[in-house]
């Protein structure tokens, strides 16, 4: 068995149906010595309507988690004031701790206490990039947010290894590989 209970882990692919889990992070509370196709008993930090009190627990496969202990993972304790979020829907905001907020750019805002540690809320839209001005102070404006470093991409720390055959068990259809 790759995990065992304890090890703290993170969903980096969708799990008998439930895409819930990917980039939740979590710990193994149970593992199915038996052949089983999802092993292994997570309970995760959040939500993932799955099981449990909370519905944040879910069995979960090998080749959907990924161990973290040792991978920094980058969460809203890493946020700085200034920083530029951009949420899935398009929008963008301004992290200004002093207000604790994300103040978007028609005035909008959320509030950092309704913001996870996994960088997610718990309503969507989602967090999926983090830009860091360049310089000092919040003295960047929106129209140029992207020529400050990326410090987080939902996508980018979610990428997981798959053969051919698990992607095309994945989207249903077979596919042919090609070189560029």
Known sequence: MKFKVGDRVKGIRKCDCNANIIGQLGEVIEVCDAFC???YAVKFDNNIGGWGD?????????????LVEDKKVF?????RN?????LNDGSVGVVIH?????VYQDGMYDDLDKLRDDMSFSFNPTPIKVYRPRG??????FNR???GELVY????DTICEMTVAEIEKEIGYQIKVVKE
Request: glycine share 6%; net charge negative.
């Open 136 to 141: 000092r102070g919040i003295g960047a404006c």
């Open 75 to 79: 969460s809203k304790k890493d946020l």
């Open 98 to 102: 002093e207000l604790n907020r994300i």
């Open 37 to 39: 196709q999802f092993p």
């Open 54 to 66: 909370d519905d944040s627990s879910w069995w979960c496969s090998e080749k959907s988690l990924e």
């Open 153 to 156: 991409d939902r996508e980018r």
């Open 82 to 86: 200034g920083d530029f979020v951009e």
């Open 145 to 147: 947010y992207k020529d």
